[in-house]
Nanobody, 127 residues
Framework: QVQLVESGGGLVQAGGSLRLSCAASGRTFSTSAMAWFRQAPGKEREFVAAISGSGMTTSYAVSVKGRFTISRDNAKNTVYLQMNSLKPEDTAVYYC????????????????????WGQGTQVTVSS
């Protein structure tokens, strides 16, 4: 079993930065693909970024590429999302997700592929 807890959300002005953290429990963290998704009011949950178990492979949504960076520290069982140059359009609840499987480029951007989800952390970007 895997449990995920997000933290680091908050209110920030446009152009500012935030770093989200996702702390994971369980004994298979280092072999789990991890991802961040977000959901804004009235919109479907959308993919933000994903990272392989080793951290060597990453994927980003076009809307955040160049601004956001996903990383992980397997020794701390934690995955991070560094968000820079934030825009009001980034406002959403951000969710951490995990899959106890190898990173698969065909599925990492698909919500249904992930078996474990955190409760989410709110990110609000003001203009």
């Amino acid at each position: 079993q895997v449990q995920l807890v997000e933290s680091g959300g908050g209110l920030v002005q446009a152009g500012g930065s935030l770093r989200l953290s996702c702390a994971a429990s369980g004994r298979t963290f280092s072999t789990s693909a991890m991802a961040w998704f977000r959901q804004a009011p009235g919109k479907e949950r959308e993919f933000v970024a994903a990272i392989s178990g080793s951290g060597m492979t990453t994927s980003y949504a076009v809307s955040v590429k160049g601004r956001f960076t996903i990383s992980r520290d397997n020794a701390k069982n934690t995955v991070y999302l560094q968000m820079n140059s934030l825009k009001p359009e980034d406002t959403a609840v951000y969710y951490c997700a995990a899959k106890s499987a190898l990173y698969n480029t065909n599925y990492v951007q698909t919500t249904a592929w992930y078996a474990y989800w955190g409760q989410g952390t709110q990110v609000t970007v003001s203009s």
